[in-house]
């Protein structure tokens, strides 16, 4: 049956979906709704939409599926819109913001009235914006989490079904959690760091001030840690203010283990600075692959690639002679000018050593990858 899917925020994780769902489901209608004129032209011209609206009341009653897709602000006060406007019975409406619990307080309204809010947020992006930046496969074989309106409920179960077929295209790993755990964990894992790498860029910025060519001359460490800091700064306050409790906890337990490292260093107290570095490295090695562990993200080699053209080519050749199947290929923006690594996705552990193997016979250098 044909489907209307209204897209709400047509930028880059908006247009994404919108890019995986068009390839899963070429038949249903998607309409993007999008404050900017140009997204909306833009995403048209390319078929990623077959209709855009500036407003979403103009056209949210045609929707056979909602999905708000615009900053966590926007997100809240479009959720206050829809409360007054007759939608189609059975209605799905869900989100992709990435904080929760203000979010599913807000649906409550929805789930008394009977209409299926299902929270979700793919744990995937980038730090471009806007729907130039869109790609169906953005989110492959990363977490989407899904929050039910009411746990248990039949009515939630059957939406989150209807919403796994929708986004299937996403190639995703579902994990159904509560708000709270969900805002707990993204708090740790996205939200400090996003305000860790903002602060090292502000602090390096003013630290060099009279000597601007030191920020210039940061390599491979400062940049890793700091790409996310290129991030869209509006998306980012609404991010931090909807989750403001949890943060202030998280960067008053961070103040204190740096405060711990400046007192190790005060004393000279070698055993607890190798001591710190050490935990760290066994814990970051071990995220990268845990063989055997279903629930593990990737089985990640990054190899050193020389900054010639056909440098990339090269490496997929030989996956290809030696009939390895890559699961993603991303080119790491680090060490540019110089050379580039290539961060190689596999599907199992199996595939991650036999690719290691063919690409050290050929002469490339593999920088990380167990
Ligand atoms: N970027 C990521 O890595 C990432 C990952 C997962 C979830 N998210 C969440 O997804 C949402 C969108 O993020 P994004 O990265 O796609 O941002 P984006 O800036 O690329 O896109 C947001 C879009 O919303 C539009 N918009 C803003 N105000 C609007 C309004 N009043 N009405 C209609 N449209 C409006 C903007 O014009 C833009 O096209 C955010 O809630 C964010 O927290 C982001
Ligand atoms: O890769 C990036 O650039 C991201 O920041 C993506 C990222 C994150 O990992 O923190 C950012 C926000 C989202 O809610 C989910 C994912």
Redesign the pocket.
């Known amino acids: 049956m044909m489907k209307t899917i209204v897209i ?9 979906i919108a890019l995986a769902i068009r390839e899963q489901w070429p038949n249903y209608r998607i309409i993007g ?4 004129e140009r ?1 909306l032209r833009y995403a048209k011209e390319k078929g990623i939409i077959d209709d855009g609206c ?3 009341p103009d056209i949210a009653s045609a929707a056979d599926i909602i999905l ?5 602000a ?2 809240l ?2 959720m206050d819109q829809l409360a007054n406007i007759q939608l189609k019975p059975g209605v799905i409406i869900t ?5 929760k619990k203000q979010i599913m307080d807000k649906a409550e309204s929805f789930n008394h009235r009977g209409i299926c809010f299902i929270g979700g ?11 130039t ?1 869109a790609r169906a496969n953005l989110f492959q074989s990363a977490y989407y989490f899904l929050i039910p309106g009411i746990a248990g409920h039949t009515q939630h179960q059957q939406a989150i079904e209807t919403l796994q077929a929708l986004l299937a295209g996403l190639h995703v790993k579902w994990l159904i959690l509560s708000a709270t755990d969900h805002d707990q964990i993204t708090a740790q894992i996205s939200h400090l760091p996003h305000i860790l790498a903002a602060g090292l860029v502000n602090m390096s910025q003013d630290t060099f001030s009279q000597s601007p060519l030191s920020l210039k001359l940061a390599a491979g460490g400062f940049k890793s840690i700091t790409r996310i800091a290129s ?2 700064p ?2 980012w306050t ?2 931090l203010l909807s989750n403001r409790e949890l943060l202030i906890d998280r960067i008053d337990r961070f103040t204190e283990r740096l405060l711990q490292i400046k007192e190790a260093l005060r004393v000279h107290d070698q055993d607890s600075i190798r001591r710190y570095f050490h935990h760290a490295k066994i814990t970051r090695d071990h995220i990268q692959a845990l063989p055997n562990d279903p629930a593990a993200n990737f089985f990640d080699l990054f190899v050193n690639i020389p900054d010639q053209i056909g440098a990339v080519a090269l490496v997929t050749r030989i996956l290809q002679e030696a009939e390895i199947n890559l699961v993603n290929i991303h080119i790491l923006e680090i060490r540019e000018e110089i050379d580039g690594i290539l961060q190689l996705s596999f599907a199992n552990q199996r595939d991650l050593s036999q690719a290691k193997k063919e690409l050290q016979r050929r002469g490339l250098s593999v920088v990380r990858g167990d």
């Open positions: 709400d925020g047509l930028g880059l994780i908006g247009g994404s709704v999008d404050i900017d997204s500036a407003q979403l708000l897709a615009a900053p966590v926007v997100i006060a479009h989100d992709v913001g990435s904080t947020h793919p744990m995937a992006g980038s730090h471009k914006s806007t729907v930046a991030s869209d509006e998306m609404d991010i």
